[in-house]
């Protein structure tokens, strides 16, 4: 701005009109604000140091250990400060406070808590999808983000055998997938505060605890929930479950709901899938499958017939995060009736009312979240860039790395649970005192960190349990686990 004549600068700044004086703040914000746009030669060496460091942690992980007790000291006394960091000191603090402490989700030799892995091709998904910022929830915003998802809910669907009728959603996880089809059951049924004490629902102790969550979550507090038996393989008892059903309903209950595990995280177990469908439609309950952890194993000619009713189920659950290997953060629920789950989740806002007129049907209307990430894509991309027997291959090879340790271990002496149905196996060393030998001898795996294994209490008893789910884990991985067994059982006292 020039002063006029006889006038200082300043005095010409005093004189500005309002708008002036906004538009020259603006200005000053903008020189500022412009640090979060940074130039390409900051975003490649940013980059390259990024990259770097994800190629040196992967070529390493081989000769990581699954499991690092350690503290995070420097982490804790970093405080968040108006000026900039280095981004080599924000990267060494990830490398040794957050990538090496703890377990290492990572690992081909964890075999805790059904681990996965993440596959780069996902990681480079993710990138691209927070890069390009596209909203995923809604067509009109991002028609081809969107046709994405829809296309691996459908993939997702013929696994299942599902109709063209069918639909659903890709969450964050099992959690709120599980939490979205008992929502969407108990809308279409109506329950609510007039009959919700009359309802029932049927589950055994194997149920994931994500499943009571979701029933305390959706308000279902005082339905009365009915724990069927199980069988020795700690698969629901049937004909438990009918004896259940028929004094329920001659006491003038409405059997409402029916969870099966196909793949339960203790065991991996497999509920009888075909007789339940029978006894839900018998009953006229509403028929859910919490497939999670087991559902991608119906992709495998020798698996798949295990999972024979699911196609007759009203709502599953699959987990791309567990039997695709993809980074957490990605569930699935599915609905045989698409409508169902609609008329449970769709609701319309003025503000939106650009974004309506559209055939494909937005995530944000089949599900809980509204603002949610473009998650499909860390799905998409990698099943184009594989092909689907890569996966099929993976899980093959991890159900005969299964059967391989629990041939194993039973050679070594130890106790077993029941054959693997899927790819989970039970051990513990016999004896007196069985729970304190195998915390004992538990701990010290832990402590040695090499490998990583859980335990479980069935039927009050203490096991250990080995979950052989990574895409990484490789008869190599397997070997080492049993090496370090052997090892650190003559250390038990």
Known sequence: MTPEPGKSFNDSQQNSSPTEDIIRQISELEKVSLNLEPDVAFRNEISTKASSYVNDYLDSLANMKAYVDGECAHLKSLKVGDNPKQFDDLLAILKDEVNRVGINSSSGAGFAYVPSGGIWASSVADMLAAATNRYAGVYFSSPGAVIIENQMIRW???????????????????????????????????????????????????????????????????????????????????????????????????????????????????????????????????????????????????????????????????????????????????????????????????????????????????????????????????????????????????????????????????????????????FRYPGNDKERVNKQLLDLIRVDGRVLFSSTTINGEFWIRCAIMSFRSHLREVRLALDVIRENVKKVR
């Not at 009953?283 to 087991?294: C, N, S």
């Not at 689907?388 to 093959?396: G, I, Y």
């Open 156 to 426: 997702l669907s013929s696994i299942a055998g599902y109709p063209q009728t069918a639909h659903g959603n890709l969450t964050s996880g099992g959690s709120i997938a599980n939490l979205t089809a008992i929502q969407t059951a108990r809308d279409k049924y109506r329950i609510d505060s007039t009959n919700v004490k009359k309802a029932v629902i049927y589950f055994t102790g194997h149920a994931h605890h994500c499943i009571h969550k979701a029933v305390h979550i959706l308000g279902l507090d005082e339905i009365i929930q009915r724990t069927v038996r199980m069988d020795s393989e700690f698969r629901m008892d049937s004909d438990n479950l009918e004896e259940m059903m028929l004094r329920d309903v001659e006491e003038g209950l409405h059997p409402f709901l029916v969870v099966a595990t196909a793949g339960t995280t203790d065991t991996g177990a497999i509920d009888p899938l075909e007789k339940i469908a029978d006894l839900c439609e018998k009953f006229g309950a509403w028929f859910h499958v919490d497939a999670a952890y087991g559902g991608f194993f119906m992709l495998l000619e020798e698996t798949g017939k295990k999972f024979k009713g699911v196609e007759r189920s009203d709502s599953l659950v699959m987990d791309p995060h567990k039997g695709m290997f993809l980074p957490f953060g990605v569930g699935a629920v599915l609905v045989r009736d698409g409508k169902a789950l609609l008329e449970s989740n769709l609701e319309r806002a003025s503000y939106m009312q650009d974004a309506l007129g559209y055939d494909e049907i937005s995530p944000a209307d089949s599900g809980i979240e509204l603002t949610r990430h473009f998650r499909g894509l860390r799905m998409w991309l990698p099943l184009h860039l594989h092909g689907v027997n890569a996966f099929r291959t993976n899980l093959r090879e991890k159900l005969l790395l299964a059967r391989y340790f629990y041939g194993e271990i039973k050679d070594m002496g130890f106790e077993t649970g029941p054959e693997p149905e899927l790819s989970i196996v039970l």
